[in-house]
């Protein structure tokens, strides 16, 4: 996580405060704003451009909210920029990233025309400005600078490498590398190819495939030029791990992105790609497309909600977005997973709410009242004729839960890194004589699951209320009684068993 020291001290303006970075005299230089003294101080010593506070902040840091600065010491750099100006303090933050923080938008663009690199960490200082104008503004320049940059790379694969490197990278003049850009990266160096640094930060994915992505920076590299946005790297699209800044994301945010993928071709229901070996090569033989992408990102939109919910009694969605909501539980999407939790296939809706409890028993918190406040937060939801598919789904689940039943069903790994592609299944499927197992130990309590929710269903029926009262006021204290007459006539048993004489084990 990204610590703003720097950003508050420059803006204060206040130079007693900068006896606190115990730099050179350049440094001091820089913070002044001292233009004569910068520039005397570098002609006689260019190389202490290099040198930097005890936090590592070099002078380029310091120089962020002060352009004109900033152009000198790039100037005064020459040759030597490109390896001084993407150096990170001792707090893993660029001179890009204060100057994104600071919203300084002319820092931003001087540093960007100077090939200073734009990491993941780049992208996650976007997401620490309030000032949305300003923050589309910096976005606008980070996304055609990408762009340019891989025009700049496409050129110099085209120029260096042989026809045939060209032909099985799939180049030609026209081509957004994008996705290809990673393995363009990786033949220019395995064949020699001086490459510049500014490519060092490209990590396997297309853009999408980034972490901290939002709906306005997917806008932005849209606008900017990259138009393809389900393209599968190792068997797997962006929509299959938009998750991956999930503790943060606000619920009405993480739908929005969904939508904009939706609103841009991308397909919800993609399988995603299974793989029981590491794919760190490029082996595609290895995958098997097992689980549909809406299953992920509902069981996400769960860990989601609970977030949100721990701060506020309920969900803030726009009418735009609660649509693809209802859309999405009300899609008719099962898999062949073998659990309690779905009578025949895991569905949206049984995601979930095993990605709600999940949440809650992870973080800690009142069941019960995140549990109620979820299900109120979706109540105005229109589910059209799917209405009661979507509501028998969820009384299961939440029925399955309140038994403490054990899931079978497949997992999602919450991955946080396009570098992670190749280290995590995203699909995290139990093994056979587990479930087998797990299945077995519960199967009295599935006969009385599926007794009681075929009780809930009619009596939701009859009832004619909310499902959050009716859960609250029906479903849960009736699952509580049924469960204690079960502890009771287990008690009775056991005591009938001692009295004839029957040793049982560990008694």
């Known amino acids: 996580m990204i610590i703003d020291i720097l950003s508050p001290i420059l803006k204060l303006k206040r130079p007693e405060l900068y006896q606190l970075f115990e730099g050179n005299e350049l440094c001091f230089a820089v913070l002044h704003h001292c233009e004569s003294d910068v520039v005397r101080i570098l002609r006689k010593d260019r190389s202490l451009l ?96 990408l762009f340019r940059r891989q025009r700049s790379l496409l050129e110099l694969a085209l120029r260096t490498l042989s026809a045939e490197d060209v032909q099985n990278l799939g180049l030609h003049k026209d081509v957004i590398l994008d996705e290809k850009a990673f393995h363009v990266v990786r033949a220019l160096k395995e064949r020699g190819i001086s490459v510049p640094a ?181 109540e105005s939801a229109k589910f059209d004729e799917s209405k009661y598919d979507v509501i028998f789904d969820f009384i299961r689940a939440v029925t399955f839960e309140r038994l403490g039943m054990r899931h079978t069903c497949c997992r999602y790994t919450m991955r946080t890194a396009p570098s992670e592609l190749c280290r995590h299944r995203v699909p995290d499927l139990m093994e056979l004589s587990e479930v087998k197992e797990i299945r077995e130990e519960d199967r009295n309590l599935a006969g009385l699951l599926n007794l009681l929710v075929e009780e809930f269903e009619r009596a939701f029926l009859d009832l004619d209320v909310p499902l959050s009262q009716f859960v609250k006021q029906h479903l849960w204290p009736r699952v509580d009684k049924v469960m204690e007459e079960q502890d009771e006539v287990s008690s009775e048993n056991l005591h009938a068993m001692r009295e004839i004489g029957v040793v049982l084990d560990g008694s």
């Not at 976007?126 to 104008?133: A, F, N, R, V």
């Not at 995603?272 to 996400?300: G, L, M, N």
């Not at 721990?310 to 693809?324: A, D, F, H, K, P």
Request: glycine content about 6%; aromatic content about 10%.
């Open 198 to 378: 500014v490519y060092d930060a490209i990590v396997r994915g297309s853009v999408y495939h980034w972490p901290f992505l939002t709906t306005p920076w997917a806008q932005a590299l849209f606008d900017a030029g990259f138009v393809e946005t389900n393209s599968l790297v190792l068997g797997l699209t962006p929509l299959m791990g938009i998750s991956e800044n999930f503790w943060t994301v606000e619920f009405n945010q993480m739908l929005g992105l969904i939508h904009w993928f939706y609103d841009h071709g991308a397909n919800l229901y993609t399988s995603i790609s299974y793989s029981s070996k590491c794919c760190c090569c490029d082996r595609r033989d290895v995958f098997v497309q097992v689980r549909p992408t809406v299953h992920y990102f509902a069981e996400s939109l769960g860990w989601v909600a609970v977030n949100v919910l721990v701060q506020r009694e309920r969900l803030e969605t726009s009418n735009r977005n609660l649509s693809l909501f209802s859309k999405l539980l009300s899609s008719k999407v099962t898999d062949p997973c073998e659990c309690y939790c779905a009578a025949n296939g895991c569905t949206p809706t049984s995601k979930f709410v095993c990605g709600i409890y999940t949440r809650i028993l992870l973080r800690g918190g009142d069941i019960e009242r995140h549990v109620i406040n979820c299900i109120r937060s979706i």
């Open 50 to 145: 290099r040198e930097s506070t005890y936090r590592g902040l070099t002078p380029f840091h310091l120089a962020v909210s002060w352009p004109r600065g900033l152009s000198i010491l790039i100037a005064h750099g020459a040759n030597e920029v490109q390896s001084i100006i993407s150096i990170r303090d001792s707090l893993n933050v660029s001179a890009l990233e204060y100057a994104i923080i600071t919203g300084e938008t002319t820092s931003v663009k001087i540093l960007l025309d100077s090939e200073i690199i734009i990491s993941e960490e780049t992208l996650r200082s976007l997401g620490i400005l309030t000032d949305q104008k300003l923050a589309h503004e910096i976005m606008g320049l980070m996304a055609k600078t």
